[in-house]
């Protein structure tokens, strides 16, 4: 019974988180960003805005999860979905690049590029992918201790350094009205980023492939009990 209770209250946070975001996006595309209260999301999404502050610090951070949303559930799904053949370096690359480049919604990424708040909020949300992504690593390589959150971490930051050369170039003026138009291939952005952390990842994939074999090595040794 306390199971059920149990998952039956994390569906209706999650019902209400959604719904907060999605409130946000909608009133913030419908009046601009600066033009957005907490006070009106949460009457959107029919709560108060005591329980909003429950699940996020700011109007930009609600805007900023709606654009996206389960992003990093989906890169962690997809580096799981690979085969253990594929190289842990091109598994992490092909994920990221599936769920960091396909198409958005222009209006969505006219609402970041045109806010110096959202922009930055967009790019601070890559740590969300940190945490979930170690757990992957550490269950495709094995127990490795604090070696799958220094990679995972490292993959967070490649994502941001990437997003923000894409979204904030430091030899391009800003527009009229603050709009920054996206500079570069934000594909070739993300694999040279990637591409760095490549070393690091090979030699952390070759360790557990030869502690695994060691592994078997001594099973395969021990003596037979009499």
Do not use: C
Not at 22 to 36: I, S, T
Not at 77 to 95: K, N
Not at 179 to 203: F, K, Q, Y
């Amino acid at each position: 019974m306390t199971t059920r209770r149990s998952g039956l209250r994390e569906q209706k946070k999650q019902a209400t988180r959604v719904a907060l975001r999605e409130a946000a996006l909608q009133l913030a595309l419908k009046r601009g960003p600066d033009n957005v209260r907490v006070d009106d999301i949460a009457e959107a999404a029919g709560v108060s805005p005591r329980t909003y502050n429950n699940y996020f610090s700011s109007r930009e951070q609600a805007i900023v999860a709606a654009v996206t949303a389960e992003q990093e559930s989906r890169v962690v799904a997809a580096v799981a979905a690979r085969p253990t053949h594929v190289r842990l370096a091109d598994a992490l690359a092909d994920a990221v690049l599936e769920q960091y480049t396909e198409p958005r919604d222009h209006d969505e990424l006219l609402l970041i590029t045109t806010s110096p708040a959202l922009r930055d909020t967009f790019l601070e949300s890559t740590a969300a992918i940190e945490h979930p992504l170690a757990a992957a690593i550490d269950q495709r390589l094995g127990d490795t201790g604090t070696t799958a959150r220094v990679l995972a971490a490292s993959v967070a930051a490649a994502i941001r350094v990437a997003l923000q050369h894409w979204l904030q170039p430091p030899t391009a003026p800003l527009t009229a009205g603050g709009l920054v138009v996206p500079s570069g291939s934000l594909p070739d952005l993300l694999r040279s980023a990637l591409a760095a952390l490549a070393p690091a990842l090979d030699a952390a994939e070759e360790q557990a492939q030869q502690s695994s074999h060691q592994s078997i090595g001594s099973t395969d040794a021990a003596p037979t009990p009499q």
